[in-house]
């Protein structure tokens, strides 16, 4: 549940209960808005627009799926059916919410597990990520961006937990669930590049297969090292 994980970060951040608002959109809950295009950026807006203090702190999970076209790159929102781009979420617009806070720490974290190669019209995509979009991607000051696998890559689901090898292991980071403490958003990329990459390596390996993830990411560094419990107290 990544609404307790995230709840807990923000504990761990020093934000008392009162502080925290966590809104979740969500395909299988029907008490729950659905995270189509429109309720996606509706919701990021509002929420930018909230987060306006220094000593404030956005977040931005997303787990699903995502691909790219001409536009560039996008997530797919409720009802996608890899067909009508109505649905596509530009993740140009999604930095642009982000822009708009002033909160002194945003995070965006996207787990867009687009296998290629599975089943259904989502199969055989490109995958979120690209290179040439990322060079042209200027990270805004106060944003770490957190991905789950490199340029043109691919992000797997463990089939025995039912969730991302990149959704667990950020999990049990953000929770403080790991050995070591990760306090900067270069310790976390770093945690989350062995993590990931040796327990995908290792489960494919047992079912006689060949796979690797490495997730990636981007931070503004105008400030040194970013970190991630920066406004802890405030």
Known sequence: NMSQVLKMYALRAGYSEDRIKIVELVDDDKSKNSPDRTNVLKTLFELARDARKPEDTFVFYFTGHGSRD?????????????????????????????????????LVFIDACQTLGGAGTLANLPTFLDKKELEKLTVPQGIAMFFASRPNEVAYIDRKKGIGYFTEH??????????????????????????VSENVAKDAKAEGRSRYQYPFFKVDQAKGRFHLYANRGS
């Open 70 to 106: 001409r536009k560039g790159m996008f997530l797919y929102g409720s009802g996608a059916d890899g067909v009508n781009d109505a649905y596509h979420i530009e993740f140009d617009l999604v930095v642009d919410r982000f822009e708009l806070s002033q909160a002194g720490t945003r």
């Open 170 to 195: 950020l999990a049990a980071a953000l929770q403080g669930k790991v050995k070591e403490e990760i306090l900067y958003a270069d310790q976390l990329a770093n945690y989350l590049d062995k993590a």
